[in-house]
Each structure stands twice: as structure tokens, then as C-alpha cells.
């Protein structure tokens, strides 16, 4: 079973530009989650995806970010205007089914952004 | 909103040696706890998961954890350490699938 795939792997931009990342999950999980892990810090989940509709965005600053999961399969996540402190690993979950009871996540090797 | 502290930023042992790794909890509603382990530029891995349905629950690579409720604790453990054990390890708290916390992460390390 291939894993959770992202891409890409290191990306290097400048403050005030715009960036974007792509996350494949498990074939079948319906379940995807974007997190954002600042060195030092455990993963902040950002958003929250059960097919191609949004469950939790909470914490997601909507002002400078916006993730779509269009077709309930792949998904992107962007971030613009990207600020120094958005310096991070953007990582990529999935999982089954948000309604089976403590449902394992499986993630992607992440991608780190460096905001210069 | 539930949250999860992690009470030790890293933790050292001997090879062979035991491990604790204390998390402690906070959560309005039933949780579900999970610990997940993060190696050196690999992707996170779920180690063991607590789900109502006992409170010892065992893990892959030897690894434990004990739901108390009393002390709003779920504490990983490990009668023996291993070189290969030497990683950053997630304490997670979250409630129906919704609102996943982790906790700030322990690091261990392992002396030969």
C-alpha cells in the first residue's frame, strides 16, 4: 500500500511571496489533514478534510492560507502572502473515516518551507 | 478544546535501561490518546492508541501506555530501551476525530 505522498519535499521563498503544496493520501482514506509543525513544536492541525468538505478549519489563518480537497481525493494547500514566522513543516495526514472511533492517521514526509 | 502536556522536553538512558515518557491530558469529553513516534527526517508513526476499550494498551516495538483517569495521565513506557528507540515521540489528545492536539514532543535519547 503506497503511503502518503507529498511534494514537494523543500521549498526556499521569499516573504510576500506565494507558495504551494500538494499532499496524495492513502487510496480510499477519506479523511485528510494539513498540519503545520514549527521547529521545537509539536504539529497545529490546520485543517481538517472529510471528502471534499471542510470539518475543521479552526485554526487555519484564513487571511494568508486556503486549502482545497476539490475532487475528495488530493489536496492543496497555499499560503500567500507567506510571512517569516509561516517558516515550517507542512505535513500531510490521512485516515479512513473521521467516524471510525479513534482512526488511525498516517502521514507524508512533509515539506519544509523556508521563508526567507 | 482538549490539550495535552508533555512533562519532560527530553529524556536520556542507558541502552537496556527502562523508559518513561509522562503525558498528562485535558479534556472535557471522553478522549481518545494516541502517541506517535517522529525519527530523524521520517514521517510520523503511530506507536499505540487508546480507545475506551482497556486502559493498558501495547504498542508496536515494545512499547505501553496506561489510561488513568483519575490522574488524567497516559504515560508511555518501555521495559527496555534500545539504540533504535532514540527519536522524537508526540503525545496526542483528541475527542470524536475532531480538534487533534499534540503535545509539544519528548525527546529521547539512548546512551550506549
Known amino acids: 500500500e503506497a503511503g502518503v505522498a507529498q511534494s514537494p519535499r523543500y521549498k526556499i521563498i521569499e516573504k510576500r511571496q506565494s507558495v504551494a503544496f500538494w499532499c496524495n493520501p492513502i487510496s480510499g482514506h477519506a479523511t485528510l489533514y494539513w498540519y503545520q509543525q514549527i521547529l521545537g513544536q509539536g504539529p497545529k492541525l490546520l485543517i481538517q478534510f472529510q471528502n471534499n468538505g471542510v470539518v475543521d478549519d479552526s485554526q487555519l489563518p484564513k487571511d494568508r492560507f486556503s486549502a482545497e480537497r476539490l475532487k475528495g481525493v488530493d489536496s492543496t494547500l497555499k499560503i500567500q502572502p507567506a510571512k517569516l514566522e509561516d517558516s515550517a513543516v507542512y505535513l500531510c495526514?490521512?485516515?479512513?473515516?473521521?467516524?471510525?472511533?479513534?482512526?488511525?492517521?498516517?502521514f507524508g514526509p512533509g515539506t519544509r518551507l523556508t521563508v526567507l | 478544546a482538549q490539550s495535552v502536556t508533555q512533562l519532560d522536553s527530553h529524556v536520556s538512558v542507558s541502552e537496556g535501561t527502562p523508559v518513561l515518557l509522562r503525558c498528562n491530558y485535558s479534556?472535557?469529553?471522553?478522549?481518545?490518546l494516541f502517541w506517535y513516534v517522529q525519527h530523524p527526517n521520517k514521517g510520523l508513526q503511530l506507536l499505540l492508541k487508546?480507545?475506551?476499550?482497556?486502559?493498558l494498551v501495547k504498542g508496536i516495538n515494545g512499547f505501553e501506555a496506561e489510561f488513568k483517569k483519575s490522574e488524567t495521565s497516559f504515560h508511555l513506557t518501555k521495559p527496555s530501551a534500545h539504540m533504535s528507540d532514540a527519536a522524537e515521540y508526540f503525545c496526542v489528545v483528541s475527542v470524536n476525530n475532531n480538534d487533534m492536539r499534540f503535545g509539544a514532543g519528548t525527546r529521547l535519547t539512548v546512551k550506549p
Open positions: 495526514a490521512s485516515s479512513h473515516d473521521r467516524d471510525i472511533m479513534a482512526d488511525t492517521q498516517y
Open positions: 479534556s472535557s469529553y471522553s478522549p481518545s
Open positions: 487508546y480507545t475506551s476499550a482497556a486502559t
